[in-house]
Structure formats: C-alpha cells, structure tokens
C-alpha cells in the first residue's frame, strides 16, 4: 500500500446564468466521503441551479484547496481555470505546497 498523498481535482463548469432557479442542492457531492466538509458547503454556497437542474457557480470563484483528513489535498477548478495558464499554474502550486 503506497503512503503518496495526491491533488484530487474537482471539476466545475461556470457561467453568468440569468435563469437562477435556486440554490445547490442540500444533498450535493453527499456520496463523497473523503471530500473536506468546508470544501462542499463553499461549493454549495457560491452556486446555483437553473430552471434545468443544471448546477453553475460564477466565473470569478476559486475556492481555496484543502487538505482532507486523508492527507490528499482537494482541488475546485473551473473551465475558466483551464483557460488561463496563470491561474491554474498558480492554483496547482499552491495545492502542491500543501501536500509537501
């Protein structure tokens, strides 16, 4: 069994929705046991959800990484990460620290 301690990414899509339906669903990521309880409730807190059901969070939230009781760090990013070199560098440094 290996002791190596990882950057568990999460992906979530962002966009400027006119449509605000409601809010993140209470039982959003429920069934993801080692993900850090802080780092669901910002999730749930900084989203919504459309007239679709599909669930959206704004294009300028970066939630911080966090360190999960299993020594893996948690890693939020967006497709507006993805797009900006800098950003995600910067990001993926600073979970990187973390883990060390």
Do not use: A, H
């Not at 990521?29 to 669930?55: A, F, Q, R, T, Y």
């Amino acid at each position: 069994m290996s002791n190596t301690k990882e950057i568990r990414v999460i992906g979530f899509i962002t966009n400027e929705v006119k449509d605000v339906c409601g809010p993140i669903p209470d039982n959003y990521l429920d069934s993801e046991k080692n993900i850090p309880s802080k780092l669901i409730e910002e999730m749930k807190s900084n989203g919504w959800e459309d007239s679709n059901g599909v669930l959206w969070w704004g294009k300028d939230f970066q939630p911080e990484p966090v360190m999960g009781e299993d020594g893996n760090v948690y890693l939020c990013l967006s497709d507006e990460d993805m797009k900006d070199n800098s950003r995600i560098m910067e990001r993926m440094l600073r979970s990187q620290q973390m883990i060390q």
